[in-house]
């Protein structure tokens, strides 16, 4: 089992950039893929990146592919999630998210354990 934390969201200029963190609570944090998600309002719980336990696999959505670079690092049990280009689409609320299954889970069911959100926030 695994805690996970989001920080990083806040206010940002279109174009801008943010860093997302998610600390995970422990050694088994490493076992794990670690995904992003996203929710708009009124949309579901979007996909947005997931990458395998080691870090040299990855897997990104069509939305944020070329803008959004995921990367872990288990000497501190942390996930990240840098956003560059920004766009008003991407204001949402994102979640880091582990799971016990599969390589590169790209589905919110594959999921076992989820942070609380962090609010991003993109102005024009």
């Known amino acids: 089992q695994v805690q996970l934390v989001e920080s990083g969201g806040g206010l940002v200029q279109a174009g801008g950039s943010l860093r997302l963190s998610c600390q995970g609570s422990?050694?088994?944090?490493?076992?794990?893929?670690v995904g992003w998600f996203r929710q708009r309002p009124g949309k579901e719980r979007e996909f947005v990146a997931t990458?395998?336990?080691?870090?040299?696999?990855?897997y990104y959505a069509d939305s944020v592919k070329g803008r959004f670079t995921i990367s872990r690092d288990n000497t501190r049990y942390t996930g990240y999630l840098q956003m560059d280009k920004l766009t008003l689409e991407d204001a949402a609320v994102y979640y880091c998210?582990?799971?016990?299954?599969?390589?590169?889970?790209?589905?919110?069911?594959?999921?076992?354990?989820w942070g609380q959100g962090t609010q991003v926030t993109v102005s024009s």
């Open positions: 422990g050694r088994t944090f490493i076992d794990y893929p």
């Open positions: 998210a582990a799971s016990r299954r599969g390589i590169l889970p790209a589905r919110r069911y594959e999921y076992d354990y």
């Open positions: 990458i395998n336990q080691s870090g040299q696999r990855t």
